[in-house]
């Protein structure tokens, strides 16, 4: 939902935001957050990578800011970056991976804007979950696959993520 509240960008970088917001053309734009199914896949999906850090190279940091253009940046819920991991404070480079958790308010075609975003930067892998589907799709230019297996791979093959393993059937 947007706040219709307009920002410099140096304003923007300058504020801390509780929760933060994204920056689109001088909007701040709030995020969907702070639901409790929201908030263990997000931590799930942080302990998956961390457990996997050193096999995988790579890293986890959520809700990191990303700069998409000089007037553009989004929160991923989750940025998934090789090791070793970035100097800058805000990324500035497309991150390896950017997954994004729904919220009971979400929708795809509400998040589209958001995902076209992180295609136009150049992330090779853009991921969904939907906790209460318990399903994930990969993102790319050419549309949205589910990962009907119940496994998202990254292009390469280099990640392997059962999603079952986030969303167990206990919850």
């Known amino acids: 939902m947007s706040t219709a509240t307009l920002v410099s960008v140096d304003e923007y970088l300058a504020t801390s935001y509780r929760p933060d917001c994204d920056f689109v053309d001088g909007e701040l734009i709030e995020r969907n957050l702070g639901t409790k199914d929201h908030g263990k896949l997000q931590r799930r999906v942080l302990i998956w990578f961390e457990n996997r850090r050193r096999e995988l190279a790579l890293t986890t940091f959520p809700e990191q800011r990303v700069r998409i253009s000089a007037r553009r940046y989004r929160i991923p819920d989750v940025c998934v970056v090789p090791l070793p991991e970035p100097d800058e404070q805000i990324f500035t480079q497309p ?15 509400k998040y589209q804007e958001r995902l076209d975003d992180y295609i136009a930067m150049g992330v090779p892998n853009i991921w969904v979950l939907d906790p209460p589907s318990r399903r994930g799709w990969s993102i790319a230019r050419e549309g949205h696959f589910e990962a009907l297996d119940g496994i998202l791979r990254t292009t390469g093959g280099r990640v392997v993520m059962p999603v079952a393993e986030l969303l167990p059937p206990e919850d």
Do not use: G, R
Not at 95 to 109: A, K, M, R
């Open 95 to 109: 991150p390896y991976i950017c997954i994004e958790v729904l919220s009971p308010d979400d929708s795809f075609s």
